[in-house]
């Protein structure tokens, strides 16, 4: 069994997809390390011939947004190595009974109290609590108390362990924390086993050596990234970290914005399983290898690493050829590749313990798989070199991301005070290139809406290539029986369109504000047209009536069983591209959705404003990308009901004009745009107001479309325009773009 391939997959199956496999086998090792560094395992290669090394391992792992960062640590304690916690109270005790012994042998025998004294050292060293062997930051000297302890009576080894580590490192940077600053550059040496007590830690305090030391580090690569510890932490890394710290970075990978493949009940239980397996694996090598067990590598091994180290030499040269006097980035990687083969080699002993065979020596296959991972590593460093540093623009382009499809005014953008007022319009001109540069990375762009009022507004939306069908669908795995929370907005491909029908609880075709299922909470993005059939038309049927749309078929949960009372039958769903959006308010969208439905013969609740449909995992599916786009403003005509609304007119030239209805008023476009021409040669002023009313009641029954009434009352005044009367125009013609009056 490959031990390390068992774990990483089943830790990431446990933890629904939310990390990925090298970022496992990253911590996997950070905690081996640890594990049998408590045994005090030692190796000698090529690298150190004349003097065993400890065991040691820097771990860091940036996870992506949505992430299971505090949940990744605490599952693998619990499933890999769920002996440990006895491990620790085992040493714990050890240290104690030799700290009891010490303060015995001072006692004087000869005293009356002697009993008394050495009853109550008993009693004070009888559960241990003298060391902890992990630590999450803390003092230097909390630090230098424990690992001295450790040194002195050779037990145990020292674990560093943080889950929110940007939060930590901002802390010290912003704030200036020496404490936090102190720990950061105490990992510098610690790696190496050297602790050097500063001069305020008093000068009785001596050096320490050879005390193993491992950490892992769990972040949001977003907290680093801001523009002051962007550059600390650069600094950092080019003096010290990048040579001793092993990283998992993906800027690809965003579980809150493209949800992982849904796991399984079934999938998981097996998971756990064997990972119980892996455990008593674990257990059992731990067992089994003999305290200070030093472990050499072979002579293959050595010359793999040989090997490697000559690359290296090749790679730090290439720096040179162009510049004696290298960027800070480059740098950074020249110290890392230089001290490549030192991390690769620590790596190579882990991997060779975990495969439990050949023990104690190290071989050349495990030399080889610990490059590999070791190269994964360097990508993932040379990705956070890479990483566009947050900024003011950047951080405002996040806000527009967050806000995708809706229309924002420059005014609530200076609401959030990214700068101070006062320079504000001058900095948000200068930044929307930057910004525009962001989204454009990131596939979408900004675009000029509408005013609204006197301000300027933008909508943020996904920049569509030729080929590229997007869909704007929410999707909830709420365990409620009607969910109404938890909804998730994303605009998809069909391939991830289809994953979601297969593996969400409840989809939707409108986006909700905060997630909450509701008509007033829907925003109105919908592209896509969902029909429901359930009795009548044959899946068939429908890809016959269909095949000249764009489609996803997918039956429902009810598909050929019994329902209600009647028999089994087709019953599945229908999602059409659109050529423009759904309507945006619910009275008119119910009343296209109802023409819809009666003429194509689909459930009528489909008109449901914010109507949700189940996911179904077993769901067969078909799929047609190569039709058209269903145009629905076909079904966009008024009400019969409303055939008699009467147009008010007021008196032009002398002659009243009212009590038309809209059947003998406008019998088509030609007509209502000829008389509405007539109108405008008499009096100006109450012509332009008795058009525009006309063209606004046209335009909203359906006989004209806005934008033609627009250009034809344009053109119309272009020949009538006059100096005098171009401030009245324009007011009426505001009101027909606003189509209010």
């Known amino acids: 069994m490959d031990l390390i391939r068992e774990i990483t997959k089943n830790i990431k199956i446990v933890l629904k997809n939310k990390i990925e496999e090298q970022a496992v086998e990253n911590m996997l090792y950070a905690k081996m390390a640890h594990l049998f560094a408590l045994k005090n395992i030692k190796f000698v290669s090529t690298n150190n011939l004349k003097k065993p090394a400890t065991l040691a391992y820097y771990a860091v792992n940036f996870i992506g947004s949505g992430g299971a960062k505090n949940q990744s640590v605490s599952t693998f304690e619990d499933c890999v190595i769920p002996f440990l916690d006895d491990e620790y109270k085992r040493l714990d005790l050890e240290v104690a009974r030799l700290m009891l012994a010490e303060e015995i042998d001072l ?13 109550k050292l008993e009693k004070k060293y009888a559960n241990g609590g ?34 929110e580590f940007a939060d930590y490192y901002r802390v ?4 200036n924390q020496s404490v936090n600053k102190s720990f950061l550059d105490c990992l510098n040496n610690l790696y190496e086993g050297l602790f050097e007590p500063s001069d305020s830690m008093g000068t009785t305090r001596r050096e320490i050596k050879g005390v193993a030391f491992s950490l892992l580090f769990m972040s949001d690569i977003e907290e680093m990234m801001d523009a002051k510890n962007n550059a600390n932490f650069k600094r950092r890394l080019k003096s010290g970290y990048a040579r001793r710290i092993n990283f998992y970075f993906d800027r690809e990978i965003n579980y809150s914005k493209n949800p992982p493949p849904k796991v399984t009940t079934k999938q998981k239980l097996d998971a756990y399983e064997s990972l119980k397996f892996c ?3 674990i257990k059992s090598i731990y067992d089994k290898l003999p305290k200070d067990t030093e472990f050499v590598f072979t002579e293959e091994a050595n010359e793999a690493l040989d090997a490697w180290d000559e690359e290296c030499e090749k790679e730090v040269r290439k720096f040179y050829e162009y510049d004696n006097k290298l960027t800070l980035e480059n740098n950074i990687k020249k110290v890392e590749i230089e001290n490549s083969t030192w991390k690769i080699t620590k790596m190579a002993v882990l991997i060779q313990i975990l495969k439990g065979e050949d023990l104690p020596r ?9 490059i590999e991972f070791y190269k994964k590593c360097r990508r993932s460093l040379y990705n956070i070199l890479e990483e566009r540093q947050i900024t003011k623009e950047s951080e405002l382009a996040s806000y527009f991301l967050n806000r995708i499809g809706e229309t924002v005014k420059k005014n609530d953008i200076k609401a959030q005070r990214f700068v101070n007022d006062n320079y504000f319009s001058k900095w948000f001109t200068e930044s929307l290139g930057t910004v525009q540069d962001i989204l454009a990375d990131k596939g979408f762009e900004l675009v000029q809406a509408k005013k609204k009022g006197n301000t300027q507004a933008f909508i943020c939306q996904r920049i569509i290539k030729p080929e590229e069908v997007l869909i704007n669908v929410s999707y909830s795995n709420d365990k409620a029986p009607h969910p109404a929370d938890g909804y998730e907005y994303v605009e998809c491909t069909t391939d991830v369109f289809v994953d979601l029908i297969l593996n969400s609880k409840a989809l939707s075709a409108q986006r909700f504000k905060d997630g909450h299922r509701c008509a007033a909470n829907s925003i109105g993005v919908q592209n896509t047209l969902w029909l429901d059939f359930d009795d009548g038309l044959t899946i068939e049927e429908a890809k016959e009536k269909f095949k000249d749309y764009w489609y996803v078929i997918y039956t429902s949960m009810n598909h050929q069983k019994e329902k209600h009372g009647l028999p089994a039958c087709d019953r599945f769903r229908v999602v059409l591209k659109v050529k423009e959006p759904m309507p945006k308010e619910k009275e008119h969208y119910q009343s296209v959705m109802e023409r819809i439905a009666q003429d194509l013969g689909a459930d009528d609740a489909c008109k449901d404003y914010s109507r949700y449909y189940r996911g179904n995992s077993e769901s067969e599916i078909w799929v047609n990308t190569e039709g058209g786009y269903f145009d629905w403003s076909f079904y966009d005509k008024p009400i019969k009901e409303e055939k008699n609304t009467v147009v008010r007119v007021e008196k032009v030239d002398g002659e009243i004009i009212n009590g038309l209805t809209d059947d003998n ?19 100006r002023d109450k012509a332009l107001a008795t058009t525009v009313g006309i063209l606004i009641q046209t335009v909203k029954n359906g006989n004209i479309s806005h934008q033609n009434a627009i250009t034809w009352l344009d053109n119309k005044l272009n020949e009538i325009m006059t100096p005098d009367f171009k401030q009245n125009a324009q007011k009426y013609r505001n009101r027909l773009e606003r189509l209010e009056f």
């Open 665 to 683: 008023l406008f019998t088509n476009a030609g007509d209502e745009l000829l008389k509405a021409s007539e109108i405008l040669t008499g009096n």
């Open 279 to 281: 455990a008593t694996t």
């Open 107 to 119: 006692l004087d025998e000869t005293s009356k109290n002697y009993a008394n004294e050495k009853h």
């Open 362 to 370: 190290v071989t050349a296959d495990s030399v080889s798989r610990a």
């Open 130 to 163: 003298v060391i902890n062997f992990k630590t999450n930051g803390g003092t230097p000297a909390a630090l230098y108390s424990k690992l001295e302890k450790i040194e002195k009576y050779k037990k145990g080894a020292l674990f560093a362990q943080m889950t």
């Open 172 to 175: 010290s940077v912003e704030n």
